[in-house]
């Protein structure tokens, strides 16, 4: 249920206003909005589709707070950027992607990322978050403690790019003495945040909520005969010149992967979606949003940059499935704000 956050949190007040379909304006009761954009990656456009949608329906936040591409969309939104941000997502290519994959396997990541975070700053020059006009957060990680890190001063393009830093992927980026990297691993969809930034009304977006269903239990399971002849086919190494051309095949193959068998980053990426899905629902389950849209993504890929139009897409028709709960949620704070005095 979308709305299950909102009545948990209404103990008190009238909750039989009826809801109402009508674009919402904003008067002086109107409650606090907070969007707690998550984590995902290509899968992170369609939250482009779904503030179209809302802010078209006069649905506009006072507070954001994102993670990883959560928080460049909410950031480049806060900083009067999103339809910058959104021709240049239209405009990627398979080609375009890759020449933004400036691939080191000397430093910490993957990715050195110096293509992007000079995309981010040629758009965003020296936008400072202490000066964008709405309350804004992006979730990191501080990889040697663990500690949760929002970033709520300072300079907007390094926010946003520590806030993306999947780890082995890109590199850890240091701001204020510390080493941060994807703010995902402790908290992919940033409801808390808001909340304590002072949104009254948390509309959340999980782009995960598809990716594995509900999960399950495998209760029986073991090695089998084909596991014995792969590794007795794994210790005929060759020797010798061949054996030297075999060993860079392979290294290749580890890096990139094989069919069957997948590759570094694809390990990497895949273990990090099974880890994110258990956090976001452990977390949604104890701090639930008013509302929680979840676009139906996951016939896009983590890397699936070029394909901004469908998820964009996607978000358009997920937020506009949510409008009657986004609506009524609005509609029943701001007549408790009345009630209340304010």
């Excluded at 949604?284 to 929680?292: N, Q």
Aim: hydrophobic share 45%; glycine share 12%.
């Amino acid at each position: 249920m979308v709305f299950e956050g909102f009545f948990a949190r209404m103990r008190n007040g009238d909750c039989s206003a009826e809801a109402t379909t009508a674009s919402i304006k904003p008067t002086a009761t109107r409650p606090t909005i907070g969007l707690a954009l998550g984590g995902g990656a290509a899968r992170g456009f369609a939250h482009i589709g779904v503030m179209r949608t809302l802010i078209a329906h006069g649905i506009v936040p006072d507070v954001i707070v994102g993670t990883s591409i959560g928080a460049v969309v909410g950031g480049c939104y806060a900083a009067h950027h999103l339809d910058t941000l959104e021709t240049w997502a239209r405009g990627l290519t398979v080609r375009g992607v890759l020449g933004y994959l400036d691939v080191s396997l000397s430093g910490s990541g993957l990715i050195r990322g110096g293509h992007l975070a000079r995309e981010l700053e040629e758009q965003l020059t020296d936008a400072r978050i202490d000066d964008l006009p709405l309350r804004f957060a992006a979730i990191a990680t501080e990889f040697d403690t663990g500690h949760e890190i929002w970033l709520t001063r300072g300079r907007l393009a390094e926010a946003l790019r520590a806030s993306y830093a999947l780890p082995g992927i890109f590199p850890p980026v240091r701001l204020g003495g510390r080493w941060l990297v994807d703010g995902a691993l402790v908290n992919p969809v940033p409801v808390s945040a808001a909340r304590a930034l002072g949104a009254r009304l948390v509309i959340a977006v999980n782009l995960n909520s598809d990716l594995f269903g509900r999960g399950t239990i495998i209760a029986s399971h073991g090695s089998d005969d084909e596991d014995e002849e792969a590794a007795l086919a794994a210790a005929a190494k060759p020797n010798g010149l061949r054996g030297i051309f075999s060993r860079d095949r392979a290294l290749r193959r580890r890096i990139l992967g094989r069919r069957g068998r997948p590759g570094i980053p694809t390990v990497m990426i895949e273990a990090f979606n099974v880890m994110q899905d258990r956090i976001t629902r452990a977390r949604l389950a104890g701090d639930p949003p008013d509302v929680l849209i979840s676009p139906r993504l996951g016939g896009v890929g983590w890397f699936d940059f070029h394909r901004a139009a469908d998820a964009i897409a996607i978000g358009t028709e997920a937020a506009e499935k949510a409008l009657p709960a986004v609506t009524e949620a609005v509609a029943v704070l701001s007549q408790a704000y009345d009630s209340n005095g304010g």
